[in-house]
C-alpha cells in the first residue's frame, strides 16, 4: 500500500522552530520529488516548498524562503521540514506529497501557483497540524 505519512506538528509560540518529517512507503520514494503544501483555516491550499528526487535541488516559495529548509533521506525514504521563525501566519495543515516526474520549473510551479491535478501527483500523505500562537 503506497502511503506518506507527515507528522511533527503541534504548538509553538511565534518565532520557534519545528520539524516535520514524511515518510513513505508502498512506492520507491527516490523516484519522486517530495512537495510539501498547507492549508490554513478558511483558506486554499498553497505550496511551501519541494526537493527534487535526488535532493540536488530545493525550491521555496517566497515566504518561507530563508526561514524553511527542506531535505530527504532516501535511504530512510523520510522527508523533512524544518520551518524556523514561525509566525501566526504559518498556521495551517501541512501536507507533503509525492510530485510525478516533471521538467523542474513544471514542479516549480506547482509550489508558486498551487495549480496542480490529480496526474502531478502520486500520492499524498495525511496532513499534520501547525499552530503558532503564543
Known amino acids: 500500500e503506497v502511503q506518506l505519512q507527515a507528522c511533527g506538528g503541534g504548538l509553538v509560540q511565534p518565532g520557534g522552530s519545528l520539524r516535520l518529517s514524511c515518510a513513505a512507503s508502498?512506492?520507491?520514494?527516490?523516484?519522486?520529488?517530495i512537495g510539501w503544501f498547507r492549508q490554513a483555516p478558511g483558506k486554499e491550499r498553497e505550496g511551501v516548498s519541494c526537493?527534487?528526487?535526488?535532493?540536488?535541488?530545493?525550491y521555496y516559495r517566497d515566504s518561507m524562503q530563508g526561514r524553511f529548509t527542506i531535505s530527504r533521506d532516501n535511504a530512510r525514504n523520510i522527508a523533512y521540514l524544518q520551518m524556523g521563525s514561525l509566525k501566526p501566519e504559518d498556521t495551517a495543515v501541512y501536507y507533503c506529497?509525492?510530485?510525478?516526474?516533471?521538467?523542474?520549473?513544471?514542479?516549480?510551479?506547482?509550489?508558486?501557483?498551487?495549480?496542480?491535478?490529480?496526474?502531478?501527483?502520486?500520492?499524498w500523505g495525511q496532513g499534520t497540524e501547525v499552530t503558532v500562537s503564543s
Open positions: 506529497a509525492a510530485i510525478v516526474a516533471a521538467p523542474w520549473p513544471s514542479t516549480v510551479r506547482i509550489i508558486d501557483t498551487s495549480d496542480l491535478s490529480s496526474k502531478d501527483i502520486h500520492s
Open positions: 526537493i527534487s528526487w535526488g535532493g540536488g535541488r530545493t
Open positions: 508502498g512506492f520507491t520514494f527516490s523516484d519522486y520529488t
